[in-house]
Nanobody, 126 residues
Framework: QVQLVESGGGLVQAGGSLRLSCAAS????????VAWFRQAPGKEREFVAA????????KYGDSGKGRFTISRDNAKNTVYLQMNILKPEDTAVYYC???????????????????WGQGTQVTVSS
């Protein structure tokens, strides 16, 4: 059974930092691309960042460029999202997702991602 479990969310003041984790089980993690998406109340789900299977390539959405860093530790079957200089507009539920396609593209669309976690809430107060 494939599981992606996010953790690390919480309440933080504007300007602060959080590190989210996505722990995977039940799949050969090293051959999956992984991404973070987020969804704020009343808004569509938005691409945040993605990372290649080995971790050498990354891609970021406009919202997190320069502030967020995605990384992975394949030995721990875990992907991280380090979020710095948080803003109130970063408030959302953050989801990780895994894509088993072996191509080199790092999709920013939700469609290619096969497995999703249940999300972790991030709230940034002003």
């Amino acid at each position: 059974q494939v599981q992606l479990v996010e953790s690390g969310g919480g309440l933080v003041q504007a300007g602060g930092s959080l590190r989210l984790s996505c722990a995977a089980s039940g799949l050969p993690f090293t051959i999956y691309k992984v991404a973070w998406f987020r969804q704020a109340p009343g808004k569509e789900r938005e691409f945040v960042a993605a990372i290649s299977m080995g971790g050498a390539r990354t891609k970021y959405g406009d919202s997190g460029k320069g502030r967020f860093t995605i990384s992975r530790d394949n030995a721990k079957n875990t992907v991280y999202l380090q979020m710095n200089i948080l803003k109130p507009e970063d408030t959302a539920v953050y989801y990780c997702a895994a894509d088993r396609n072996l191509g080199t593209d790092l999709p920013s669309s939700q469609v290619p991602y096969d497995y999703w976690g249940q999300g972790t809430q991030v709230t940034v107060s002003s």
